[in-house]
Nanobody, 121 residues
C-alpha cells in the first residue's frame, strides 16, 4: 500500500522552529518529487517547497531563507525544517508525491493526511 505519513506539527511561538517529517511506505521516495503544501482556513492550498528526484529544490518566496527541505534515502523520509516561524505560517501542512518533477498541487498523485502547525504567542 502506497502511503505518506506526516508528523512533527505542533504549537510554536513566533520565531521558533519545527521540523516536519514525511515518511513513505510502499515506494521509494527518491524516484519521486515530494512537495510540501499548506492550507490555512478559508485559503487555497499553496506550495511551500519541493524536492525533485534529482535532489534539486524549490521554495515559495514567502519561506525562502527560513525553510529547508531535505531527503534521507535510508529512512525513505523527506523533512521540512522550518525556522523563524511567523503567525502567517499557521496552516495544515501536507506532503505529496508525483513522478520525478515538481508541479502544481493538482498534479500530485499521493497525499498524506496533513499535520497542523500553529504559530502563536
Amino acid at each position: 500500500q502506497l502511503q505518506l505519513v506526516e508528523s512533527g506539527g505542533g504549537l510554536v511561538q513566533p520565531g521558533g522552529s519545527l521540523r516536519l517529517s514525511c515518511a513513505a511506505s510502499g515506494f521509494t521516495l527518491d524516484l519521486y518529487a515530494i512537495g510540501w503544501f499548506r492550507q490555512a482556513p478559508g485559503k487555497e492550498r499553496e506550495g511551500v517547497s519541493c524536492i525533485r528526484s534529482s535532489g534539486s529544490t524549490d521554495y515559495a518566496a514567502s519561506v525562502k531563507g527560513r525553510f529547508t527541505i531535505s531527503r534521507d534515502n535510508a529512512k525513505n523520509t523527506v523533512y521540512l525544517q522550518m525556522n523563524s516561524l511567523k503567525p502567517e505560517d499557521t496552516a495544515v501542512y501536507y506532503c505529496a508525491a508525483r513522478p520525478t518533477q515538481c508541479g502544481n498541487y493538482l498534479t500530485y498523485d499521493l497525499w498524506g493526511q496533513g499535520t497542523q502547525v500553529t504559530v502563536s504567542s
